[in-house]
């Protein structure tokens, strides 16, 4: 069995195989790059830029160097393209991409319910982080820096469930698709 989302510290061996082959380090050297698998990496690069986003705005209000109003304001707006895209996101690859890219190397198929089973655990953190986000946004502002403090360490464990979830997706993913192509996903 592998490591559940909040205790893996990477893929085991057996769902490398293909990154020994296709190291991230020449993704962007291959012909297979350009189109689906940038695109889609893009789109990783997005919901790490908006969590870097809101973490600072959050350290930002915790430290009252922001207004409570702007800082509700932008809470408000990326969270909700956060959950939104990612949820979306995640539903394609889980109804789509994953059942085609484990046909393509069954070797990996354990790899994509592993896959799977991370986003149902997202799931729990993104509710997680929208109840708290909610209760940060009801709340007054004269005490919004000290509930900012507590929702900051909340973000920054979602922040490295879910870095850990696209680091792992990204080494088996643009691999299979590097080798087999991207045809049957778009």
């Known amino acids: 069995m592998i490591d559940p989302l909040d205790t893996r510290t990477g893929l085991p061996d057996a769902l490398r195989v293909l990154l020994a082959e296709y190291p991230r380090a020449h993704w962007a050297d291959d012909p297979g790059y350009h189109g689906l698998v940038s695109f889609w990496l893009d789109r990783h690069m997005m919901f790490r830029r908006i969590l870097d986003k809101l973490s600072a705005d959050t350290r930002a209000a915790a430290d009252r160097k922001i207004?409570?109003?702007?800082?509700?304001?932008?809470?408000?707006?990326?969270?909700?393209?956060?959950?939104?895209?990612?949820?979306?996101?995640?539903?394609?690859?889980?109804?789509?991409?994953?059942?085609?890219?484990?046909?393509?190397?069954?070797?990996?198929?354990?790899?994509?319910?592993?896959?799977?089973?991370?986003?149902?655990?997202?799931?729990?953190?993104?509710?997680?982080?929208?109840?708290?986000?909610?209760?940060?946004?009801?709340?007054?502002?004269?005490?919004?820096?000290d509930r900012a403090a507590a929702f900051h360490d909340d973000l920054a464990r979602l922040e490295r469930f879910l870095d850990r979830h696209l680091i792992d997706e990204e080494e088996l993913v643009v691999p299979v698709v590097l080798k087999h192509g991207a045809g049957g996903l778009g």
Do not use: C, W
Not at 73 to 89: D, I, N, P, T, Y
Not at 95 to 106: G, N, Q, T
């Open 67 to 145: 207004a409570p109003q702007a800082y509700a304001q932008g809470l408000a707006r990326l969270g909700s393209m956060f959950v939104g895209e990612l949820h979306g996101h995640h539903g394609i690859e889980d109804a789509h991409y994953f059942p085609v890219l484990a046909a393509k190397d069954a070797r990996l198929a354990e790899g994509f319910a592993l896959l799977d089973r991370d986003h149902h655990d997202l799931d729990g953190h993104l509710n997680r982080f929208v109840e708290q986000a909610n209760a940060l946004l009801q709340g007054s502002p004269e005490t919004l820096a």
